[in-house]
C-alpha cells in the first residue's frame, strides 16, 4: 500500500510522491511569539513531528523548516504591557517555546528562520506584486489584490461574496475590495520599522510565510502544515500572493491541517478562558502520555484534552510501559542459546512480528491513521505479555531470543512515534540524577531510593504494611512511582502526582 494524505485543497486523498525522489520538503507554521504555548498549538507540532518521524521511517530524507513570526501586532501589544522592546518579547517566548518542544521530545526544524531576518525577501516579494499588478501601495500601506488572482478561495472553498459575509471589523475604505489583505504597513511611533520603497514600515503576517518557506524551500515543495484554523485566511493568502508571484502553481503540493483542541468537549478558546498551557501539563504529566493522548485521535479530527481524558491516556501509556519492564527483567534474567529450538506455536508468534510491523504500516500509510498504529501496538502489547505469563510455567532454549525480538519490534513501531525515544531518555536520567557530575563520595538520588526500597522491602517481609505503605506514599509525593511487580519492585521518576 503507498502512502496517503488527505489534502485540503482537493478534499481527497491522494497518493505521496515527493518533488524530489527520496526527499520529502515540508514547512510547518511556527509560533507567534507572545506568550507560552498551549496545548492547542502543541498539538500541531506534535502532529507534524510524528508524520516527520513517519516519513523518515519510510525511507524519505525530510527536510523540515519552521518558522518563528517575531514582528506581530500581538507581540508589540505584550512589549507595551510588559514595558520591554518587541524584539526582547520575541526572544523570551522564542526561547520559551524551544523549551516546550524539547520537553515534549519534539524534534527541532532544519531550519528555524525569523521572519525579522527574512525582510529583504519580503520587500521582494511585495514589489513583484506590485509591478504585476496583484498590489497597490496606499499611504504607505501594501495591500493584495484578491479580485486579480483567479484562483482566490480555492483552499477554503469560498467565494468572496462568502467571504463578506462573514465580516466582522469595519472595512478600511481605503482599500479597492473589503478583503484585500495587506502585504505590508505603516509604521506607526514606537513600533518597529524597515525602510522600504513604501516607506518605513513592517510586513504584514501572510507574507512572511510565503518568503521563508520560498527561500528555504522554493515552489511545489511537497507538505505544507498547520492547524484548521490557519486555512483562512492565513493560508489562502499564502497561496495567493506566491503563486501570483512566482506565475506557476502549486505553491505546495499538499496541504495538511490538524484539528481543534477541545477541553472537556468545550473547543479551547481565550474568550471562554480555557487555555491551559504546554508547561503547565507538563507538570503532572509526562511527556509521552501527552504524545500519546495526541496519537489516540486521527489528526484531522477534534481531541479532548482534559483531565479524564489525560488519566486515560496516562493509563494506557502505563501498559505499554509495563510490558517493556516486563520484557527487559525477562531477558536480564535468561540465556538465550544459539541456534535454538522453537516450539510450534513460537513459530507462529515470531512470525507475526512481520504482520504487526505491516498492519502498522498500513494503518500509519491510510493519512497517518495513529489510532489504529496505536490499536496495533497494544495487540502486540497483549501478546507479548501472554507469552511472559506462559514462561512462569514452561521456558523454552528459545524463550530470551523471541522476548528480545519483540521488545525490540515494540520500541521500533513506539518510536516511529516518538513514544520511548533515547533522546527523552537521556533528558529523564537527568531528571532522575542519573546523568551529571555529583560530589565524589556522596550517595547518588538513585543509591537513597534504592536504601528506601531495601527498607521498605524488608517492611513488608515482616508484614509491616504502615512502614511500608508510609515510604511508598512519601516517594509518589516527591514524584516517584512504586510499582510491585512479580519479579520485585520496580521505581521511576514520573513528576508530581495530578492535580484532582
Not at 53 to 82: H, S, W
Not at 145 to 165: H, P
Not at 273 to 301: C, F, M, S, W
Not at 303 to 322: C, H, M, S, T, V
Amino acid at each position: 500500500m503507498s502512502l496517503k494524505i488527505y489534502n485540503t485543497l482537493t478534499r481527497t486523498k491522494e497518493d505521496f510522491h515527493p518533488r524530489d525522489e527520496g526527499k520529502v520538503s515540508m514547512y510547518v507554521c511556527g509560533p507567534t511569539v507572545y506568550n507560552y504555548i498551549h496545548v492547542g498549538n502543541g498539538r500541531a507540532y506534535l502532529v507534524f513531528d510524528i508524520i516527520r518521524r513517519y516519513l523518515t521511517y519510510k525511507g524519505y530524507d525530510v527536510f523540515c523548516v519552521q518558522n518563528f513570526t517575531d514582528v506581530d501586532d500581538k507581540i508589540i501589544n505584550r512589549a507595551r504591557e510588559e514595558d520591554k522592546p518587541p524584539e526582547e518579547i520575541a526572544r523570551i517566548y522564542e526561547r520559551a517555546f524551544i523549551e516546550d518542544m524539547r520537553s515534549l521530545n519534539i524534534l527541532p526544524p532544519d531550519v528555524a528562520p525569523r521572519a525579522t531576518e527574512t525582510i529583504p525577501q519580503m520587500i521582494e516579494m511585495i514589489q513583484g506584486l506590485v509591478d504585476k499588478e496583484y498590489a497597490y501601495a496606499v499611504d504607505g500601506d501594501v495591500y493584495f489584490r484578491v479580485g486579480n488572482f483567479e484562483g482566490y478561495g480555492k483552499l477554503s472553498r469560498r467565494t468572496l461574496d462568502e467571504m463578506r459575509a462573514g465580516e466582522r471589523v469595519e472595512v478600511d475604505e481605503r482599500k479597492e475590495h473589503p478583503m484585500d489583505f495587506a502585504l505590508w504597513k505603516a509604521s506607526k511611533p514606537g513600533e518597529p520599522a524597515w525602510d522600504s520603497p513604501w516607506g518605513k514600515g513592517r510586513p504584514g503576517w501572510h507574507i512572511e510565510c510565503s518568503a521563508m518557506s520560498l527561500q528555504h524551500l522554493g515552489m511545489g515543495f511537497d507538505i505544507h502544515g498547520g492547524g484548521q484554523d490557519l486555512v483562512f485566511p492565513h493560508h489562502e493568502n499564502e497561496i495567493a500572493q506566491s503563486e501570483a508571484f512566482s506565475g506557476t502553481e502549486p505553491f505546495a503540493r499538499f496541504w495538511v491541517h490538524n484539528g481543534f483542541v477541545n477541553i472537556q468537549e468545550e473547543k479551547m478558546s481565550k474568550s471562554i478562558g480555557n487555555i491551559i498551557l504546554v508547561r503547565e501539563i507538563l507538570k503532572r504529566y509526562q511527556p509521552d502520555v501527552v504524545r500519546l493522548l495526541a496519537l489516540q485521535t486521527h489528526y484531522r479530527n477534534p481531541i479532548d484534552f482534559g483531565p479524564e481524558a489525560l488519566e486515560e491516556a496516562k493509563r494506557a501509556y502505563e501498559r505499554i510501559e509495563n510490558c517493556l519492564f516486563a520484557l527487559g527483567e525477562f531477558l536480564d534474567k535468561s540465556r538465550a542459546r544459539s541456534a535454538p529450538a522453537r516450539t510450534q506455536k513460537e513459530v507462529a508468534l515470531t512470525d507475526s512480528f512481520f504482520d504487526y510491523e505491516r498492519r502498522f504500516e498500513e494503518a500509519m500509510d491510510d493519512d497517518f491513521n495513529t489510532a489504529r498504529a496505536l490499536g496495533v501496538i497494544f495487540e502486540l502489547v497483549k501478546e507479548l505479555n501472554t507469552y511472559l505469563d506462559e514462561q512462569e510455567t514452561f521456558t523454552t532454549p528459545a524463550s530470551a531470543m523471541i522476548v528480545n525480538q519483540g521488545r525490540d519490534l515494540l520500541l521500533k513501531l513506539c518510536r516511529v512515534l516518538g513514544m520511548f525515544s533515547p533522546e527523552a531518555g537521556e533528558a529523564e536520567k537527568i531528571i532522575t540524577g542519573e546523568a551529571g557530575e555529583h560530589r565524589e563520595g556522596l550517595p547518588t538520588p538513585d543509591n537513597l531510593i534504592e536504601l528506601l526500597l531495601d527498607v521498605r522491602t524488608k517492611a513488608r517481609a515482616r508484614k509491616d504494611w504502615e512502614t511500608a505503605d508510609y515510604i511508598r506514599s512519601r516517594l509518589q509525593d516527591i514524584g516517584i512511582r512504586v510499582d510491585d511487580l512479580r519479579e520485585g519492585e520496580r521505581w521511576k521518576y514520573v513528576g508530581p502526582p495530578s492535580e484532582s
